[in-house]
């Protein structure tokens, strides 16, 4: 098998014909202008990715041999010629250009250090520099900052044009008043009040959210959003499921907010479970999302919340082609029946609303200060395993109040774990390093234990959710006290990679790396 055949035997594709027969015409209608306006926006992340100033991709789609049609196809996957699975390493032959950590949000070269030397240099600068929705470029030997509205002015003019055309269509409501202030945000660059419109959206009659969000493709600095665009149906059964968390959540915050002295989130969990429509911007390409937690914005957390929504596609079809193989292979024992996708619903509820808990702002500064702002580039990998231990203590105690069973609580913890190897698939940075850390911290507490002899883990869950607490907590010190260094310090210790994990992975090449829906739209 060749390179590329083995990278897109990696990924499981299924087709998706959305069932839009719940929409009125004219709901109908304005989804379609959304999804052109979506379609924009993954021309904008293009741009944003990659500087294609050789015109490889051109060259590639262009190419009809096996290999090259393969190569473009693999090139459509990824949005790039990096493999986001891989480490992004390249994997177009005679093209062994590193990935630029920054993509094309930065000028070529720019490291840290320089950054640093230039906001030592040019304070003033700090504000436009940091801004999430700002590109730096090169002038004249000088550093600069332009907004996203003026870098990408034509794409969003027109992606804002559909999202005017999409409301006009709509009833007074929720959906119409986000899209009017969405569509305006895209040429003004300011995304507040849409942001807090869209929490208030309930999925009706179709989900949208569009604009700039994750900064998780910010390798360089972790500071840069990259746009994105995802819509959807709703779905009401599943919907209703996961809306029984909402009041244990919501007991459960309180508690913490008292022990670690942060405010809670309020009274209410928006959340909306809803059938797949269109993926648009980063959501397109590498790894696929099964939920996510927006807005990132804390101080929008503190006055609204935030809102879930949550992919049924990807809830049903992850454990059924990744987990569950995985779970056959790594665990003493018959343990698959465990890795079910009620026990992967469970996790990935905790885990999303679990990102609204925890310190929002650095303790004992006179001025709010975000503890993103303070952690820099260790903020996505501390917040993502503190998502994933707090996760686990929020349903230790649904376990307590009766919410969900023992059995469902084991079943969840089996999940984790094949969770972790799922990940550490794609590498050790990111989500993988955060797993990472959390598989030496359980090692360290004897959380299960390795057997030589197969290959294999025995898991001692009491033990597991005991060690995540305590993780939990760990995380959410560091993120009150807004210590880079300290959180530098606790991956360090945390991040080596144990000598079983490379011979068990071994044991899954071929389970799937990613499940990848095809829209027919």
Same mark, same amino acid.
């Given at each position: ?83 986001? *699975?891989?480490? #992004? ?5 005679? =093209?062994? /250009?590193? @990935?630029? &950590?920054?993509?094309? $949000? ?96 309930? *999925?009706?009659? #179709? ?5 700039? =969000?994750? /900064?998780? @493709?910010? &390798?360089?600095?972790? $500071? ?298």
């Amino acid at each position: 098998m060749s390179d590329i055949a083995r990278r897109l035997s990696r990924i499981k594709r299924i087709k998706i014909t959305p069932d839009l027969s719940s929409l009125s015409e004219n709901a109908l209608l304005a989804l379609t202008y959304c999804v052109q306006a979506a379609r924009l926006i993954t021309t904008v992340y293009r741009k944003q990715a990659w500087n294609d100033d050789t015109g490889l991709a051109l060259k590639m789609s262009k190419r009809q041999d096996e290999e090259g049609k393969q190569i473009f196809d693999y090139m459509c996957v990824q949005g790039d010629p990096w493999d986001s *699975g891989d480490g #992004f390493a390249p994997f177009v032959p005679d =093209y062994d /250009v590193a @990935r630029p &950590l920054g993509g094309a $949000l930065y000028p070529s070269g720019l490291t840290k250090a320089g950054w640093e030397v230039h906001l030592t240099e040019h304070p003033e600068d700090q504000e436009a520099f940091e801004d999430p929705n700002t590109v730096i470029r090169r002038l004249n030997d000088r550093l600069i900052a332009i907004p996203y509205s003026n870098a990408y002015l034509k794409d969003l003019k027109d992606a804002a044009q559909r999202l005017d055309m999409a409301s006009d269509l709509l009833d007074d409501g929720p959906l119409k008043e986000y899209l009017e202030l969405r569509s305006k945000e895209l040429i003004s660059n300011t995304y507040w009040d849409g942001d807090i419109a869209w929490v208030h959206t309930t *999925g009706l009659p #179709f989900e949208i959210n569009i604009g700039p =969000y994750e /900064v998780h @493709r910010d &390798l360089l600095l972790g $500071l840069k959003a990259a746009f994105q665009a995802f819509i959807g149906i709703r779905d009401e059964e599943s919907t209703r499921d996961f809306e029984g968390f909402v009041p244990h959540a919501l007991a459960f915050d309180q508690q913490l907010a008292q022990s670690h002295g942060f405010t809670p989130r309020g009274t209410s969990i928006p959340m909306v479970v809803v059938h797949d429509v269109y993926r648009g911007g980063v959501l397109a390409f590498g790894r696929q999302f099964t939920a996510q937690n927006l807005p990132n914005d804390r101080r929008i957390h503190k006055l609204v919340g935030s809102r879930k929504v949550f992919s049924r596609f990807m809830l049903d079809a992850k454990p059924e082609y990744i987990l569950q193989p995985i779970a056959q292979r790594i665990f003493t024992g018959d343990n698959t029946p465990y890795c079910t996708p009620r026990a992967f619903r469970l996790f990935v509820g905790a885990h999303e609303i679990a990102h609204g808990m925890g310190p929002t702002e650095v303790a004992g500064e006179q001025e709010h200060v975000e503890v993103r702002s303070r952690l820099k580039d260790y903020h996505t990998i501390i917040e993502e395993a503190k998502a994933d231990a707090l996760g686990i203590a929020l349903l230790a105690y649904c376990r307590d109040c009766g919410y969900i069973t023992e059995e469902e609580l084991r079943d969840v913890v089996w999940t984790l774990y094949s969770l972790y190897f799922s990940e550490f698939k794609r590498g050790f940075k990111g989500h993988g390093g955060g797993n990472l850390i959390q598989y030496n911290w359980l090692s360290e507490r004897g959380a299960f234990q390795f057997s030589s002899t197969d290959g294999t883990l025995d898991v001692d869950v009491d033990a597991t959710i005991e060690a995540l607490k305590e993780l939990a907590d760990v995380f959410m010190e560091i993120q009150s006290g807004g210590s880079r260094n300290r959180a530098a310090d606790f991956i360090e210790v945390y991040s080596s990679v144990p000598v079983e994990i490379p011979e068990m992975l071994k044991l899954i090449e071929d389970v799937p790396l990613d499940v990848h829906p095809t829209f027919i739209v």
